[in-house]
């Protein structure tokens, strides 16, 4: 066994064999293009908006912070996808690193996260509706309107149905328009004229105080705007070079997404007009932010060129959503969450065309309309935290399983992982938080509904007791249950029992302490996996 493969991930040859057919094509600016555009959807239409109605100007300093936390978050798991590159890899690292308690819990949140891909083709929808209003009846989509969201689901699918190489290709080319754009709004924005002061008039720079700096993360839209920049991770077991393209891809990523942010959030702030800002920056209030904009300083082009981009933008990050849920699917079917049915390579395309099958009916059902879709929708983002506070635990698990076991120091590793690691989760934990009682009442005991789940799944599997695999993962649904316990009495959104700053630092102190807990338990777990059967 290679020293630092994890014994779980040897333990189906079925999985070796499909593994070897995904084809390794994506260089770094595919990687790159994959990884923009799924950050850069239908958020950079609304966020700057909501942002400054959230914290004025102040929203600046939002949108760097949110950069350099997702920053922190993403070397965590460039690391993992630099010395550990596997189709799905994010799903994978948790089952590997803290068992399978860990691995259905979080394999559970992201198959429920498949949902934000339909929300991304309801955005489509929602401005389609501009030219076609007949699309909604409503705030619902009327029968014509589900049968084209239908339709434009399998035609996302069908893109993705051929090969990796085709997928890269067309998302390079939906990339380069995304980025354009954007660009041309900041640019034709700033031409047709500024209003000085902007930063300190109307209250100042932070009108409604810096702690909305902090509501603004998730109220405004923020941590939805800049999350998906891991998507190259799960792109890992398909890149050429994934020790060196990987973490560059994402890095970039992340990096030229937040100067576009900050670019068209400066354009907003300086160019609307001053005539809406007679009840402060809370007062702005437009349905298509920078199409009404645009319509209202007389630029009609550009209106027009922005009301075709709010439905390729939602578009291509769509397009991506369906290849990474595809990814997730495959990856959940290898941890056993789902039948290895699903697990399936087309050897002549390389594409996990049964999971893409899967995803598609998955889609469609979020888009029916039931009552309560729209909660389920607008916790997406916590589900994703999720999954970067697990990957936090898994690359501590490995570096500290490995200490103790005397392995040499792997290449790919990222200098000062080891403090960067636990920050990184108690950020997670933290942004988590912030979401708001009303998101997480729903979000986290949704995702607790993996621990029955894996009950399910014990009966009858080989390795190790269902009682060793709930003393593993026992860190994980405590601070779930402890983090809705918190953020019902906190200050977003909860009872206000406990003030600012008071919950927040109490999130922190609690992500500390289970960040301790849950390494020591997936290096427990990996030392345990490592034994000869005979031993355990």
């Known amino acids: 066994m290679p020293q630092n493969e994890p014994a779980e991930s040897l333990a189906a040859p079925a999985v070796q064999v499909e593994e070897r057919r995904l084809r390794k094509d994506l260089g770094f600016w595919g990687l790159t293009a994959i990884g923009f555009s799924n950050i850069l959807g239908s958020g950079w239409l609304f966020a700057a908006m909501y942002a400054a109605q959230t914290a004025g100007p102040a929203a600046l300093l939002s949108w760097i912070a949110a950069g350099a936390l997702c920053g922190l978050v993403a070397l965590v798991m460039v690391e993992l996808g630099a010395t550990r590159p596997e189709g799905g890899g994010t799903v994978r690292w948790p089952l590997y690193a803290s068992g399978r308690l860990v691995g259905t819990v979080i394999g559970w949140s992201v198959l429920l996260s498949v949902g934000g891909t339909a929300a991304e083709i309801s955005a489509i929808m929602q401005y389609a509706a501009h030219y076609l209003p007949g699309l909604y009846d409503g705030s619902r989509l009327s029968a014509p309107g589900l049968g084209v969201a239908v339709a434009l689901s399998v035609l996302l699918t069908a893109l993705n149905w051929f090969a990796v190489r085709m997928f890269a290709r067309l998302n390079n080319l939906v990339s380069v328009f995304k980025v354009v754009v954007p660009v041309v709004t900041v640019i034709a924005l700033f031409l047709s004229g500024t209003h ?109 060129l922005l009301y075709a981009d709010a439905v390729i933008s939602p578009g291509g990050s769509a397009y991506v959503g369906v290849a990474i849920d595809a990814r997730h699917t495959y990856a959940l079917a290898k941890n056993g969450l789902l039948p290895r049915f699903f697990m399936r390579i087309d050897p002549r395309s390389g594409m996990a065309h049964r999971a893409l099958l899967l995803n598609l009916a998955v889609i469609i059902v979020f888009m029916l309309p039931f009552g309560g879709w729209q909660d389920i929708v607008s916790v997406m983002g916590d589900m994703y935290l999720l999954i970067y506070a697990a990957s936090a635990v898994a690359v501590a698990a490995f570096r500290a399983h490995e200490r103790e ?67 593993h993962g026992a860190w994980l649904v405590f ?27 109490a999130v922190g102190a609690l992500s500390l302490g289970v960040f301790v807990w849950a390494v020591h338990s997936g290096a427990d777990h990996l030392s345990r996996q490592s034994q000869p059967m005979s031993m355990r």
Do not use: K, M
Request: aromatic letters at 12%; hydrophobic letters at 45%; one cysteine or more.
């Open 479 to 505: 601070h779930l249950a402890a983090l809705t316990l918190l953020s019902w009495l906190g200050t977003f959104g909860g009872s206000g029992h406990l003030p600012a700053p008071y919950d927040s630092v």
């Open 196 to 304: 000085s002061g902007r930063l300190t008039d109307h209250g100042g720079f932070a009108p409604y105080g810096y702690a909305a700096c902090l509501t603004a993360l998730a109220g405004g839209g923020i941590v939805y705007s800049v999350n998906g920049f891991q998507a190259p991770l799960d792109f890992s077991g398909e890149a050429r070079n994934p020790r060196r393209n990987v973490p560059a891809a994402v890095l970039t990523g992340i990096g030229l997404a937040v100067l576009v942010y900050l670019g068209l959030q400066l354009a907003f702030l300086f160019t609307v007009p001053e005539s809406l800002l007679g009840n402060g920056w809370q007062g702005v209030d437009f349905e298509s932010p920078f199409g009404q904009l645009a319509l209202v300083l007389n630029l009609h082009w550009l209106a027009t």
């Open 405 to 471: 076991s005397g392995v040499p120091r792997t290449e790919g590793e990222v200098p000062g992982v080891r403090w960067i690691a636990p920050v990184s989760f108690i950020v997670a934990g933290e942004f988590v938080f912030w979401s708001g009682w009303h998101d997480l009442r729903l979000a986290l005991p949704l995702v607790l509904l993996g621990v029955p789940l894996f009950l399910l799944q014990q009966r009858g599997t080989e390795g190790p007791s269902p009682r060793v695999e709930l003393l």
